[in-house]
């Protein structure tokens, strides 16, 4: 073993500082943010804790505040890179990509590649809270930021990163897809929110917001009929295209059956996806199918954490904070 | 007596501005112990458990020595139990990966792999190549023997370069 390995000093070793470089974007922040002991009261009684509590609360609420302070001192601007040219990106200005791809530095939680062709523009930047708007164009982002800080508002929704890479292109009408790569993507418009995980894209269009989210690995058949239910709903086409949908779901496309419960009309077929999906993932006690046709939040929430894939309780909360913030903007 | 024990005996003690420098101290530890083994975008919640939770047990602890493997494994446990409930999203082995953001997605991949080794092993890499804490801190901030630490970090980085292959 390289004594570079143990104790950092020696000769290098060229895939351990290579493997050091690519991995240190995951690391602790220093300093860490404050810490938050209020968030689960400890047990009543024993030696000396309340006086504990207080004590170190008031000390790690003093820390926190220089840490915010030292935050606040961050520039109100981001950095661009075209073309091997540096610039910066100040809140309110536009950048129109028209000489080639440019590259924006979010601060520092992560990058945005901005194709040829593009219109952006830099809304807000501040610690915990990113946001850019997207009008024409397709961007990468690469957020490793925690969730809920980086947003990207378009024409016809807003996207809130909640951890993860993704694409997002938006046409001259307004309308989005997102293609999400790592992580998770969250589209909301109004009180209609898709959610959109690692391998799933989804679309969006204006006055209506996001649409289902699909599976890379559906046919076009599948995309044009979940586009019709999702967009078309009055449409003489809709039975077919649900019937379609439904058939041809595999198991990987309980995301997709999940956003349908709550979209598809109980008189046009909701029964029929709670089957569809029970046969691949069983409600959990307490999940009815009257519950389910009455739209029952509670128990569409239920369902999800049976799928196992994470907790709505985590993103319930980012959706309660991004609707705040939008409402703070 | 160490620092680290004195402190913790000062915490125990009532002294809040001595938890805040312990947290200070070991939260690298913490986050990388719990970054080894669930979803990144998981793992600052859980670094905050982690401390509230040896926060409420502080009391508990007789030998303020043994706090780091002490704290070390609260971390292991709380990650533990946060793994059973969430399954992490792991799809780089199914998403075709563009050109652009490639970096930030091979780092993925590379931490994929260290989290694919034995927890040993993993835990130690993500200590030195993510946290980018030496040996000696490793095994200071967790209670290994330099021994255990120079061994899993032999044993890890060949297995891993073997994997990146």
Redesign the interface.
Known sequence: MSDYLWDKNGDGDAEVERLERTLQAFAQATPPPPLDLRRRPPARGGFGRGALLIAATLALAVAGAVFTLMERRDTPAWQVTTGGERSMLSVGSWLDTTKGEATLAVADIGTVTVEPGARVRLLSTRSGHHRMELARGTMHATIWAPPNQFFVETPSTLAVDLGCAYTLTVDEDGGGLVTVLVGWVGFTTGDRESFIPAGFIAVTRPGVGPGTPYSERTSEAYRRALALIDFSPGDAGFAPALSRVLDESEERDEVTLWHLLSRVPAAAGRDRVFDRLAAFVPPPTGVTRDGIRAGDRRMLDAWWDALGLGSTSLWRTWSQQWRDDSYRR | MTDTARLVRS???????A??QL??RF??MV??VV?ARI???EV?DV???V??TA??R??SLREPAAFPGWLASIARHRAADHGR???P?S??D??P??A??H??????A??DAIRSLPEAYSETLVL?????M???EIAERTGLTAGSV?VN??RG?KL??DKLT
């Open positions: 915490a125990q003690g009532g002294d809040g501005e938890f805040a947290y200070q939260a690298r986050h990388g970054l979803a990144r975008t600052d670094v905050q458990d401390f509230v926060f409420e502080l009391s409930r969430l399954v999203v799809p780089l199914e998403v990966v563009p652009r953001g970096d930030r997605i091979e780092a993925l590379i931490l030195r190549l993510v946290e980018g030496t040996g000696a120079r970090l032999h980085m891993l370069r």
